[in-house]
């Protein structure tokens, strides 16, 4: 509707000058100084309205991309904060393996039986092999929350850019 409201005015004006059947020559020069200054206030008008048409498309636009950048970010939190669930998760597990392998330290320490070193021994290696592999699992989750943080920062930088826009251009209407 919107995109047909300049032809409709366009079709508007000339339907408001009346057909004569007079040539030109015959007008005196007060009507037609009269009609030209109608034609030039109505294209006046036509060329206001399709700026306010134009501004308020611009604007739509920049309400669009600005709520597109929020639903982003949203999503953005919802997967740092899993990240930083999984990360908690990680470092639990790994503090817990840590207290497995010094109880078992210990008990070797504490001058077990050979039958039972060896089997401590095997078995602290399985968590040596577990904390090895807690650690891999950690640092990966940790260089998600960081690059999710940084991406998180960023769209919210970029949204409050959409906003300071929006507010400059809603302070010229």
């Given at each position: ?91 639990d597990q790994l503090r ?31 968590v040596e092999e577990r ?31 959409w906003q300071d826009l ?8």
């Amino acid at each position: 509707m919107q995109r047909f409201a300049p032809i409709a005015l366009l079709v508007a004006l000339v339907a408001s000058f009346p057909a004569t059947a007079q040539p030109a020559a015959d007008l005196d020069s007060a009507e037609l100084a009269a009609g030209l200054a109608q034609l030039n206030a109505t294209l006046l008008e036509i060329k206001d309205l399709l700026a306010i048409q134009i501004d308020t498309q611009g604007l739509d636009l920049l309400l669009k991309r600005s709520e597109l950048a929020s639903t982003q970010a949203a999503e953005l939190e919802g997967l740092l904060r899993s990240a930083e669930s999984t990360r908690t998760g990680l470092e639990d597990q790994l503090r817990n393996l840590q207290s497995e392998q010094e109880m078992m330290e210990a008990q070797m320490r504490s001058g077990a039986r050979e039958a039972d070193t060896l089997a401590i021994e095997a078995y602290t290696r399985q968590v040596e092999e577990r904390i090895d592999h807690a650690r891999d699992r950690l640092r990966q989750a940790e260089g998600e929350v960081i690059d999710l943080q940084s991406r998180l920062d960023t769209k919210q930088r970029d949204l409050g850019d959409w906003q300071d826009l929006i507010d400059r251009r809603l302070s010229n209407i």
